[in-house]
């Protein structure tokens, strides 16, 4: 079986679609299957099993990155072909099935409606794929544990929650009494002076904390993310990274909403902000709530 799947260009979109490609995995297991994504998100795909072709879509001005794919999957039957972006082109190419997401906000979790494009409900988790390289760089630069990593940054900086709260929460989780005491820490972000300038001040608090940011592929990002005995972090990729992998996670919302964008793991759990998102600010969401939900979480019995 064939299979053509045209998913996001953002890394946490692309990695809710990994709920649909492990189903139809686990259907077909033979299946070869051609991703479609963009340079971003690329590697959430690239340790994927069944993995036959990975096409990275460059946007291009007059939307002619369309004509650019078309032109590189055109000429093969396709048994299958999902396209999440809504696009014509799933309607181009010859196939026996097609299935093609809607485009725009809607209501409910963003899972759900991918769950509903293959008559899945509820539909599956998101999965996250390593390999054993990966594995194994992640169990040296994080060794032993317990390990809390914090994912202080955001694609956005109305979503970031202020560094000195991440500050407060990590040093109140690892004191002597608290939950996760004597944890090491590690501080998660994307490449660029962007996602640098997010992460410094918690890293200058924290001197002591693992300095990962920009430095990991994304495979190698979610096996340190495995490791990790909580992640708490602001609604990002990396936090929908860290609930693919079975983490305990802690996201945070304010101007994002959380009942259309939250993790979604065996253990996750989003803390808001008060007032309407959209409309409120990462500052109302104080520090003893995070604690609290963070102390409640790793209180739960770990699933089978």
């Not at 929908?240 to 996670?249: D, E, N, Q, R, S």
Request: charged fraction near 15%.
């Amino acid at each position: 079986m064939r299979i053509l799947f045209v998913t996001a260009t953002r890394i946490g979109d692309a990695v809710l679609s990994t709920a649909l490609l492990g189903h139809l995995l686990r259907a077909h297991p033979a299946a070869r299957i051609t991703v479609a994504c963009g340079p971003a998100a690329a590697g959430v795909f690239a340790r994927m099993p069944g993995l036959e072709r990975l096409i990275v879509v460059e946007k291009r001005r007059w939307s002619l990155h369309w004509p650019t794919l078309w032109a590189q999957v055109a000429f093969t039957r396709w048994d299958l072909v999902v396209d999440l972006r809504a696009s014509a082109l799933a309607w181009m190419v010859p196939a026996r099935r097609r299935l093609v997401g809607k485009g725009g906000r809607r209501p409910g979790h963003r899972l759900t409606h991918l769950g509903a494009l293959l008559g899945l409900a509820p539909p599956p988790l998101p999965v996250a794929w390593t390999a054993a390289e990966d594995e194994a760089r992640a169990a040296a630069l994080l060794p032993g544990g317990p390990w809390l990593v914090l994912g202080p940054t955001a694609n956005w900086s109305q979503k970031v929650w202020p560094a000195e709260r991440f500050v407060a929460v990590a040093q109140a989780l690892t004191a002597p009494d608290g939950a996760l005491a004597g944890a090491g820490i590690a501080v998660l972000g994307g490449p660029g002076a962007e996602e640098r300038a997010m992460a410094a001040p918690v890293l200058t608090a924290l001197p002591g904390a693992v300095d990962l940011v920009g430095t990991l592929s994304l495979p190698e990002v979610a096996a340190v993310l495995r490791r990790a005995a909580l992640y708490l972090g602001n609604d990002s990729g990396l936090m929908h990274l860290a609930a693919a992998t079975g983490a305990p996670v802690v996201g945070l919302f304010g101007q994002s909403d959380a009942r259309e964008y939250g993790p979604v793991g065996p253990r996750s759990v989003a803390v808001s902000a008060d007032g309407e998102p959209f409309h409120t600010s990462m500052t109302r969401l104080p520090v003893e709530r995070v604690v609290a939900a963070a102390e409640g979480l790793l209180a739960q019995p770990v699933p089978a």
